[in-house]
């Protein structure tokens, strides 16, 4: 054993990359199965409807159909959902979105499983649908669920909100539309489920909460969770999309009418779209007063975000968007009210940014405008107001932790891209297209916030020889946590990173340490391991031996147990914001970006040629994943920037397939240069944070200001599709959507909110956290 | 119907329907998943395998239409002993690989763009491989495992 | 019917293909790229498919024959864009076919598939059009492809005809031509629209894709390029489109793309001091 650090910081090479390359079965989709059987899943033919009659005879009687279930097959509780269960398993009295299950099908084959789908019959009574999340808050609007559309209302209130506007030397105030952007993993959802000889039920499935799925599927079958055994790990790409669940429930009901036989759900792309959680499409109305010296004075901000017909994450994605409203300044007022709202626009949750890059976007738009309007430099007025140790953001969180701001900056200023800015704008090739270069600051709240239990564990397992098995419900996802984790337990124990098997994922072997989700992962992982590794080298120590190898011997001799387990719970901050539920975080990951576009003036198109991409991670556990993680964020960026939507029309999906939601390609990443700041985290384990969501929450600012600065127009919907920005260049009006119509129904909006809130009965629907007292809005 | 190929070297022999795609039978009725199907319209490039000597997306290819072919998958890539394909290794060394799952299909295109054209510009790296999708890596480090390939098999 | 039980024919030669053609509802399978992917969403649902791979031999093949190059239906995008006569000789065909899809999709789509498909998105079509190709039905008879084009998937053939093969006129070497295509992202992409142009002294040729029900010919546009106008020429384009909204792009800014994709191509071509833009520089 030695304290000299050898594997943290080091660019290992992944530990998952070699099966993964030679196409082993090691994703639950992949497995191998034995006498399987296949099921399917029937979704809503309406966006919202009465349902007034399910008939399966049909369906039943198709030879090779094993069976059919409907909401009368749901033992259990028929809802699920990460906070409120709202969103049933199968739906009995009504539908609310196009993905909605209506029944499940096992059968011989899949399209023997697609035939039986076919003949299940299904009355409706089409209800008028709610399709506008702004609509829906107001008065008359068409109810999604009967507690009302408003599943959460935040309101923040902080300083002297109106005498900062009527002191202010500048006020800039847009609407700002972002999109419903899919996660397009590239595997879609799926896995096996089967009742064991042993009576316990297995689920194979790609998943970021094991603990929390097992919970969910127990619930809904009412049975004992240690009756149930989620393996959830690798996953072909989440990036949120399947933190809730996903097919779990499904293999859970089939598999109990399936003889033990194993059976498997492989969704197809199309109904991956449909059915699966989006990031929430958010309309921001912003408005930001900064003085003549350019010190930002206050912030104002009416947020609405669509989480579709179920809440899912909605509240949380809110309430993180929110916390986040003030980005990396002081703001020494504030007045944000958000909304998240039901509709029947398929449903939203958990997205990489978490809400951070809908409210980001608008805020360093409004930034861009201010340091045009003042004649500054946009970066110079940044540094102006950047919080430093020891503010406090523009909630009130006292931000004690390290702040990695200033550093972040600086990296951002000293890259290429922004110091080369000039060189490199008039290098364009052909004349009719024109370059600019802007830039986007960020920090992201990291764990899950004030309040909300977090936590992690581990256990590591000596092996016969000297090598570890070491288990964490922390899923592999595509992020390298794996690598990282064998890193951590390489050091922690002073073995070879060779030496250590990770086990992810599965309820079976490790304790529960939470989510893959809130850039938590190597943070809790990687505390979780070292605490245990402390107890294994007591176990080591209590041996006498001189090895691990020899250890085991003795510790098998003596009858001891060589499986040892340590946890710990997550920082959080002393105070919380009243009224935001699980506000504030502690723990902040930082970042910056510049972009270098050029635009086509004769079509609208931008092609993004540079990042400068900037960290701050902490210490970096592995340099390299670091720069894969920056790379593919930036990648995801810019997708949301100029090319992703899922078209939702009366609740209707017109894109659900690769060739309408595009992604981008090759040809359409810039390069990336990525530069990592570690700000030293003292809480953190080996001085680390985690950085998984920072890179994709700066790109769509930096694009959107070097699109002005190419072109001098500002976007204010993404994606910024060619026809956004051509339109916008010609001056199209219909390119701003701020009318004083628009203006009419946000001011409508407000009023309505307020009053949903004030008639709201204590108790009824989402327990809602109490705002501060509500002016006249 | 029967059909005949040669996968990986190996003459098969299994009973399909014939407008079953020719990923279908490769993974579910010969177990070789090394190719996925993550968009099931060629849009994606998961499922890329060479077919006589040429990549096509196996979601796309009709069964009947793989009579007699030659079929060259990700699993027959590596060396018997499991030694990874000089190009298998770039992507590791390269650090390419994230989640993974696009990963088998952007290496059959790599390694045959590479048997095509052993020394591509990056132009041309970027035009062989614009046919594959990943969500995760940003293609950088794709990129970069190709030239590192390139620089290797030379 | 199931997809399981449809059957496939693969027919060892012409003949034998065109009379199974002739069974109502079967249907030509080449590279599948689209036919593959109508049949999964089950947009086509066919008797039987006729599966045309084995007649390789016969009708994938790149021929020239003095002033005229022949393509075989069977010829793929890849092949073509290996070919050096191709890239010499029908350098506009090359440019189109360089932007349909990503090799693999290139490895697998021919070019009789391409025009039989009939779609106005379909992207060496443009090309197709600008060559004023003919294609070869069933081996024997030639029709123009304005002519062979009715609307979206609708082709003047009769039951059992088969796209054999299409020929045209090998480019001067004294002309300059380009396409140029707009998608939403760089690769793998529909066209929202697209321009061909070829232009030589007194000769000009302008197709538009994916802005009307089939390819269109804009003579309009062309004889104002002859003449030296190149803004005429643009508005004729954009006169000529009769593009639809859709999830993609508005028919407003298709529009507004025939024209300029045009004279983005002539400045490609020519240079942006020999072409005055319409609509003005934005800055």
């Keep these: 054993m030695t304290n000299q650090q050898t594997w943290i910081g080091k660019s290992v090479h992944r530990v998952d990359a070699p099966a993964k390359l030679k196409g082993e079965p090691v994703y639950m989709t992949d497995r191998p199965l034995e006498n399987p059987c296949f099921g399917r899943v029937l979704r809503s033919r309406y966006p919202h409807a009465r349902i007034l009659r399910i008939d399966t005879a049909k369906a039943s009687a198709l030879p090779g159909v094993i069976c059919v279930l409907t909401h009368k097959d749901v033992p ?167 933190d809730e669940l996903t097919v779990q429930h499904y293999l859970a009901l089939l598999a109990l009418h399936t003889g033990g036989r194993p059976v498997k759900i492989h969704l197809s792309r199309e109904e991956s779209t449909v059915a699966g959680i989006k990031r929430h499409p958010f309309m921001v109305q912003m408005r930001t007063a900064a003085a003549a010296d350019g010190t930002f004075l206050a912030q104002e901000a009416f947020v609405v ?413 993404a994606p910024a599709t060619p026809e956004r920005v051509y339109m916008a260049m010609m001056g199209d009006p219909s390119a701003t959507e701020d009318t004083p119509a628009l203006r009419a129904r946000i001011a409508e909006g407000r009023r309505a909110g307020l009053a949903a809130q004030l008639h709201q009965t204590e108790g009824e629907g989402y327990a809602q956290p109490k705002g501060p007292e509500d002016e006249e809005a | 119907m029967e059909l005949k190929m040669n996968v990986n070297g190996q003459p098969v022999a299994v009973e399909v329907a014939p407008t079953e795609p020719l990923l279908q039978v490769l993974r579910e009725r010969l177990g070789l998943v090394g190719a996925k199907e993550p968009c099931g319209k060629g849009e994606c490039g998961g499922c890329t395998v060479l077919m006589n000597g040429q990549t096509v997306n196996a979601c796309l290819v009709m069964a009947a239409q793989a009579e007699g072919a030659e079929v060259l998958t990700v699993e027959g890539l590596a060396a018997p002993d499991g030694k990874l394909h000089p190009v298998q290794q770039a992507f590791v060394e390269a650090g390419a690989v994230q989640c993974g799952y696009c990963m088998t299909g952007m290496v059959m295109s790599a390694f045959s763009l590479l048997q095509q054209n052993p020394q591509p510009t990056e132009a041309e790296i970027k035009e062989g491989m614009e046919g594959n999708l990943c969500r995760c890596t940003g293609y950088q480090k794709v990129f970069d495992a190709v030239n590192l390939a390139a620089g290797r098999l030379r | 019917m199931l997809q399981a039980d449809v059957p496939v024919y693969t027919p060892a030669t012409l003949a034998e293909a065109r009379q199974l053609l002739q069974e109502p509802g079967t249907r030509p399978v080449a590279g599948g790229t689209d036919a593959m992917v109508r049949f999964k969403d089950g947009v086509w649902r066919p008797t039987a498919w006729v599966n045309l791979l084995r007649l390789r031999g016969e009708l994938a093949y790149i021929r020239e024959d003095g002033d005229w190059l022949e393509v075989g239906a069977l010829t793929t995008f890849s092949e073509l864009l290996a070919s050096r006569v191709v890239r010499e000789r029908a350098p506009l065909l090359a440019k189109a076919v360089r932007t349909v899809g990503g090799p693999a999709i290139r490895n697998m789509g021919t070019i009789g598939g391409n025009i039989g498909t009939a779609s106005p998105a379909g992207d ?130 298709r529009r507004a793309m025939a024209g300029n994709l045009l004279l983005r191509g002539l400045m490609r071509m020519l240079g942006p001091n020999l072409v005055s833009p319409i609509g003005g520089d934005p800055r």
């Design chain 1, 305 to 717: 975000a669509d989480t579709g017909a179920y809440a899912s994450l909605g509240g949380p994605v809110l309430n993180l968007a929110i916390e986040h409203i003030g980005g990396v300044y002081r703001f020494p007022s504030l007045n944000v009210e958000g909304y998240c709202v039901y509709t029947n626009n398929g449903i939203s949750g958990a997205f990489r940014g978490f809400g951070v890059p809908q409210v980001l976007v608008a805020l360093e738009s409004n930034i861009d405008e201010i340091a045009r309007r003042l004649g500054r430099d946009p970066l110079d007025l940044r540094r102006q107001n950047l919080i430093q140790r020891g503010d406090l953001s523009a909630i009130g969180n006292p931000m004690t932790t390290g702040v990695g701001n200033q550093a972040v900056l600086e990296a951002l200023e000293n890259s290429p891209t922004w110091k080369e800015r000039t060189a490199k704008k008039a290098a364009v090739t052909d004349p009719w297209k024109r370059r600019g270069v802007g830039i986007g600051l960020c920090m992201q709240g990291l764990g899950l916030g004030k309040g909300i239990p977090d936590y992690g564990a581990a256990v590591i397992e000596l092996l016969p020889g000297g090598k570890f098995k070491v288990g964490i419900s922390i899923q592999e996802i595509g992020t390298g946590n794996q690598t990282a984790y064998a890193q951590f337990a390489a050091e922690a124990l002073g073995c070879d990173v060779a030496d250590v098997e990770v086990i992810q994922g599965d309820t079976g072997y490790s304790a529960d340490a939470g989510t893959v989700t809130a850039t938590r992962s190597v943070f809790t992982g990687g505390k979780a391991i070292q605490i245990t590794a402390e107890k294994m080298v007591a176990l080591l120590r209590s041996t006498g031996a001189e090895s691990y190898a020899a250890a085991y011997a003795v510790a098998r001799e003596r009858g001891l147990e060589t499986k040892v387990r340590g946890s710990f719970a997550w920082p959080e901050a002393d105070e919380e914001i009243p009224g935001a539920f699980g506000l504030p975080h502690h723990i902040y990951g930082y970042g910056a970006q510049a972009a270098l576009v050029e635009v086509d003036t004769l079509t609208g198109e931008v092609q993004v040629l540079e990042v400068a991409s900037v960290v701050d991670t902490g210490k970096s556990i592995n340099p390299m994943g670091v720069e894969g993680q920056s790379e593919g964020g930036v990648a995801q960026g810019v997708g949301l920037a100029l090319m992703e939507d899922t078209v939702v029309r009366e609740g209707r999906f017109l894109n659900a397939n690769m060739s309408n939601y595009i992604i981008p390609t090759a040809g359409d990443v810039p390069k990336v240069e990525t530069f990592i700041v570690e700000v030293h985290e003292e809480k953190g384990p080996s001085g680390a944070k985690g950085m998984g969501e920072v890179p994709i929450v700066p790109t769509m600012p930096a694009i959107f200001g070097a699109i002005y600065d190419a072109v001098g127009v500002q976007m204010f919907r």
């Design chain 3, 124 to 253: 060496s079509l443009p090309a197709l059009y600008a060559l004023d190709a003919e294609v070869l039905v069933n081996g024997v008879t030639t029709i123009g492809i304005a002519e062979l084009m009715l609307g979206p998937g609708r082709l003047k053939l009769q039951a059992g005809d088969l796209i054999t093969g299409v020929r045209f006129r090998a480019q001067a070497p004294d002309e300059v031509c380009t396409f140029e295509k707009l998608g939403l992202r760089a690769a793998h992409a529909i066209s929202l629209a697209s321009v061909a142009v070829r232009l030589a002294p007194g000769m000009a040729r302008v197709a538009l894709g994916a802005v009307a029900p089939t390819v269109i010919r804009v003579p309009d546009a062309e004889a104002a390029l002859v003449a030296g106008h190149a803004a005429a020429a643009a508005a004729a384009a954009q006169e000529a489109a009769r593009p639809i909204s859709d999830v993609r792009a508005s028919a407003e800014y």
């Design chain 1, 76 to 242: 259990g509780l028929n809802g699920f959902g990460i906070v409120i269960p709202d969103q049933p398993v199968l739906c009995f009295d009504k539908v609310r979105m196009m993905g909605d299950a209506l029944a499940l099908v096992a059968a011989e084959t899949p399209e023997i499983a697609a035939a039986a789908l076919d003949l299940i019959e299904v009355d409706y009574e089409p209800l008028p649908i709610v399709d506008d999340a702004l609509a829906a808050i107001m008065p008359g609007s068409p109810l999604v669920h009967e507690t009302g559309n408003i599943h959460l209302r935040t309101v923040i209130r902080r300083g002297e909100v109106a005498q900062a506007f009527a002191e202010a030397a500048v006020v800039v105030d847009h609407v700002y539309f972002t999109p419903r952007q899919a996660h397009m993993f590239l595997e879609t959802e799926g896995g096996v489920g089967q009742l064991m000889p042993n009576g316990e039920l297995h689920i194979w499935c790609p998943a970021q909460a094991a603990f929390r799925d097992r919970l969910q599927v127990a619930r809904l079958l009412g049975w004992d969770p240690e009756r149930i055994r989620e393996y959830s790990s690798p996953s072909g790409g989440a990036f949120g999309g399947k």
